[in-house]
């Protein structure tokens, strides 16, 4: 993967931690609006993650590198999007993914002792493509 800079979010949190990955998926979107997307089709998706918080763990993380990429690509690596249950009511867009990629991340984060927040998470479809997802709650000034 080639070196990328990414929009940052503004946040006072006191550690930043970036975690690009990949993963390869299918999916199609069953609307006549898609255009050529409405037939099953595959991505290699390039993700990056930005997490904060002010306090680290027991050994000196906001969390593990290897734990955030493991949630992601046992998810999502090699499936099709369609079939996850979170799309069943949504169509698997690439705004959508970074939305579910945030809140499944979100998910693990509140569960640890020092509590460190997904504050933006941008998923590329192709190299000319992107798109970013900032949850509400993580503007903190």
């Not at 993650?49 to 906001?62: C, M, V």
């Not at 069943?88 to 509590?115: G, Y």
């Amino acid at each position: 993967m080639m070196q990328q800079f990414y929009p940052q979010v503004q946040h006072s949190y006191r550690f930043e931690l970036n975690k690009d990955m990949h993963f390869s998926a299918a999916h199609f979107i069953p609307s006549e609006d898609a255009g050529k997307c409405q037939v099953m089709h595959g991505h290699t998706y390039y993700l990056n993650i930005t997490i904060g918080g002010n306090e680290l763990d027991s050994i000196g993380f906001l969390i593990d590198f290897k734990e955030l990429k493991n949630l992601i690509h046992d998810k999502y690596d090699h499936s099709v999007l369609n079939d996850h249950p979170e799309f069943n009511n949504n169509f698997p867009t690439t705004e959508k993914l970074a939305e579910q990629v945030c809140k499944s991340i979100q998910e693990v984060l509140q569960t640890r002792s020092n509590k460190p927040v997904c504050l933006q998470v941008i998923v590329r479809e192709t190299p000319t493509s992107y798109v970013i997802y900032r949850p509400e709650q993580a503007v903190v000034l």
